[in-house]
Nanobody
C-alpha cells in the first residue's frame, strides 16, 4: 500500500491550502482515511478522519476551518485548509486503515497501518 501526499507549501495567516493524498495498492473505498500533523519534538496529532461510509471527525483546533473529503474513484483523500493560522504549521501526513474501528478510536494514530511521506505546511503571520 502506498500513500503519496502533496500540496503543502507556504501560506499567509488567513489563507488557504489544499492537500491531496493519492492511495494505491488497496481497495481504497474500504479504508478509513486520516490526516495527522506533527511538529518537531512533538507527537503526531489528529487533524481529521473520514470513514469508508463518509463520516468525518475533526480535531477541535481545526473544526470549521478544515474539511476532509475523499474521491473513491480517484483513490484520493483531500484536506482543504482555510483560515490558516501560524499554529497550523507542521508536517501533514495522510494515513489509511482497513481495521474496523469504533468511533472513539478513529483518532488514534496507532490504528492506522499505512502512512504517506508527509508534506510540510508553513503558515506565516
Amino acid at each position: 500500500v502506498q500513500l503519496q501526499a502533496s500540496g503543502g507549501g507556504l501560506a499567509q495567516a488567513g489563507g488557504s491550502l489544499s492537500l491531496s493524498c493519492s492511495v494505491s495498492g488497496t481497495i481504497f473505498s474500504t479504508n478509513i482515511m486520516g490526516w495527522y500533523r506533527q511538529v518537531p519534538g512533538s507527537q503526531r496529532d489528529l487533524v481529521a478522519t473520514m470513514t469508508d461510509g463518509g463520516a468525518t471527525n475533526y480535531a477541535d483546533s481545526v473544526k470549521g476551518r478544515f474539511t476532509i473529503s475523499r474521491d473513491d474513484a480517484k483513490t484520493t483523500v483531500y484536506l482543504q485548509m482555510n483560515s490558516l493560522k501560524p499554529e497550523d504549521t507542521a508536517t501533514y501526513y495522510c494515513a489509511a486503515t482497513q481495521r474496523s474501528l469504533i468511533t472513539s478510536s478513529l483518532g488514534w494514530a496507532a490504528n492506522y497501518d499505512y502512512w504517506g511521506q508527509g508534506t510540510l505546511v508553513t503558515v506565516s503571520s
